[in-house]
């Protein structure tokens, strides 16, 4: 651990208060956790470690990700080196474009007030700006509205409402709070305009105006196994994705795949992981039928071309990112400059993660490499400390019995022969 803060130190230039802050348990202190949530009572760690050998865009990064399972770490570093031999990953992302939401019940004629709507866009978009006008200083703000019609005959199963979709671009901020303040101000407005009721004002977490897009390409020779050819690894690769693109029982296991990469990412920059999560599992099913997240294709040339979208509410400041000091060092390690460089890198290790699950899937399958680490779990678990858990640990593989009572009789074992 010493040697692994040295170097970091020395990679992303941080200073030893930075150094001392990684280094004790959460670096919150219990005076920031009291004032972040209520009833506070102490702080729940999490490990955080790193994410190596990220090409991406022909720029390097290692990418901070705090996560509880043992492997996925290991497993994205792993396919980020692979991928790097192919030239490394590519990522885009679009313009950020939150959606806010005003219902509208009672509106006694739908056409005519979304009619009436249009007409005061610009003047909806105005009064919106001013509820929050330091957006719009630093170049965002709210720059367009739609209008929805739900529960239309012949369809409907409820009473008719109309929806009223406020896009307000927030630049470096995830932006829940600036969108809220927003459709609060205008929804008086909405009222008269239509001549219905408002009732809901909120942020949708259904960001389809603000996602971020993952490409790798893979030549087969990279792919070989000493069991399999490249070629058969990329086919049954190809066909994992078939099977989770087919089958809602596999899709989201696929999926949780993926966000354990994404929400490892997502949590180590401090920013708002449900709203990544409830996100990326809607967009999964956002033709109406609850499919892969990532897709997984051949080229012309042979080689695997894999692919990840997802919605990517992510920011760079505001919620608690300025407050936590860990969220504040990971940004300097990655060497981020913008959200939507990170919500790059965030989809990028989405689908290496993906990659690495399926790709133990179809060759040795999961458990010769999970249950290894997981070994170390386990030996911590029955008792053991220090250098005693790597014995423990590799004494459990070698046993190929990967469970709690191994560990038991084995730590059980060596302290009866050391004493
Ligand atoms: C385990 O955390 C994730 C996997 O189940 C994902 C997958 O099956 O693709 C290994």
Not at 22 to 36: I, P, R, V
Not at 95 to 105: A, S
Not at 197 to 213: G, K, M, P, Q, Y
Request: glycine letters at 8%; aromatic letters at 4%; one cysteine or more.
């Amino acid at each position: 651990m010493d040697q692994r803060l040295a170097i970091l130190a020395d990679f992303a230039d941080l200073t030893h208060e930075e150094v001392a802050a990684l280094s004790s348990q959460g670096a919150l202190t219990l005076e920031q956790a009291d004032k972040m949530v209520e009833n506070a009572i102490g702080i729940y760690s999490l490990p955080l470690g790193l994410g190596l050998n990220f090409l991406i865009n022909d720029k390097d990064y290692v990418i901070p990700l705090a996560v509880e399972e043992p492997s996925v770490i290991a497993a994205v570093s792993s396919v980020a080196k692979l991928v790097r031999g192919a030239g490394g990953f590519h990522a885009e992302a679009t313009e950020r474009r939150m959606i806010g939401q005003v219902q509208v019940v009672n509106v006694p004629n739908l056409e005519q007030a979304a009619s009436e709507l249009a007409k005061n866009r610009d003047d909806l978009i105005k009064q919106a700006n001013n509820a929050h006008p330091s957006l719009q200083k630093r170049g965002g703000g709210a720059v367009d509205i739609a209008v929805r019609l739900l529960n239309q005959e012949p369809k409907a199963v409820f009473p008719p409402m109309l929806v009223l979709h406020l896009l307000v671009d927030t630049q470096e901020a995830m932006g829940a709070n600036m969108v809220n303040t927003m459709v609060e101000a205008i929804a008086p407005t909405v009222a008269e305009l239509t001549g219905g009721d408002v009732h809901l004002r909120i942020l949708s977490n259904f960001v389809d105006e603000c996602v971020a897009t993952a490409h790798c390409v893979i030549p087969p020779p990279l792919l070989a196994t000493s069991e399999y050819s490249g070629e058969e690894v990329r086919d049954r690769l190809i066909s994992a994705y078939q099977f989770a693109a087919s089958d809602i029982y596999r899709a989201v296991t696929h999926n949780k795949g993926v966000m354990n990469g994404v929400d490892a990412a997502v949590i180590a920059s401090g920013n708002d992981w449900r709203a990544v999560e409830a996100a990326a599992h809607a967009y999964a099913a956002r033709d109406g039928h609850y499919g892969s997240m990532t897709r997984w294709t051949v080229d012309y040339d042979g080689n695997l071309c894999g692919e990840l979208t997802l919605p990517m509410p992510v920011g760079t400041v505001g919620g608690s990112i300025k407050v936590h000091p860990i969220a504040q060092l990971t940004q300097k390690i990655t060497g981020i400059k913008s959200a939507r460089e990170l919500s790059q890198l965030i989809v990028v290790v989405g689908l290496a993660q993906n990659f690495a699950a399926i790709k133990a899937l179809v060759t040795d399958g999961i458990q010769k490499g999970h249950m290894a680490l997981q070994a170390r779990s386990l030996a911590m678990v029955a008792g053991a400390t220090g250098s005693l858990v790597d014995i423990i640990a590799g004494q459990l593989v070698a046993s190929g019995e990967i469970n709690s009572s191994k560990a038991d009789s084995l730590l059980k074992e060596y302290t009866v022969k050391k004493s």
